[in-house]
């Protein structure tokens, strides 16, 4: 089991940045396609961006295409998602998420570890 701790998130007025992180708990980053999930109040969990083993592959929801930019350092085993222009709506819990199965394996809002998630909130 790989152990995820996401970080960075905060309060933040709209149309302003944050960048967040996804750590993983052993040095196994290349082997894993990574995501980032939110999950706002009242609301089902959603997927918001994914990239594969190397980075050399990304795919966003189309609500934050643009905005959202997902990237790795491998040699840190961390993820990271820089979120930009945010907006109210995007206020949820983040959570981080690692698979097993590689990139073209299956749907890639399919996982098999999570973090805790951090706060997001992006006040209008």
């Known amino acids: 089991q790989v152990q995820l701790v996401e970080s960075g998130g905060g309060l933040v007025q709209a149309g302003g940045s944050l960048r967040l992180s996804c750590a993983a708990s052993r040095r196994t980053g290349s082997n894993y396609v990574m995501g980032w999930f939110r999950q706002a109040p009242g609301k089902e969990r959603e997927f918001v961006a994914a990239i594969s083993r190397t980075g050399g592959m990304t795919f966003y929801a189309d609500s934050v295409k643009g905005r959202f930019t997902i990237s790795r350092d491998n040699a840190k085993n961390t993820v990271y998602l820089q979120m930009n222009s945010l907006k109210p709506e995007d206020t949820a819990v983040y959570y981080c998420?690692?698979?097993?199965?590689?990139?073209?394996?299956?749907?890639?809002?399919?996982?098999?570890?999570w973090g805790q998630g951090t706060q997001v909130t992006v006040s209008s």
């Open positions: 998420a690692a698979r097993r199965r590689s990139w073209n394996d299956g749907p890639l809002y399919d996982y098999d570890y």
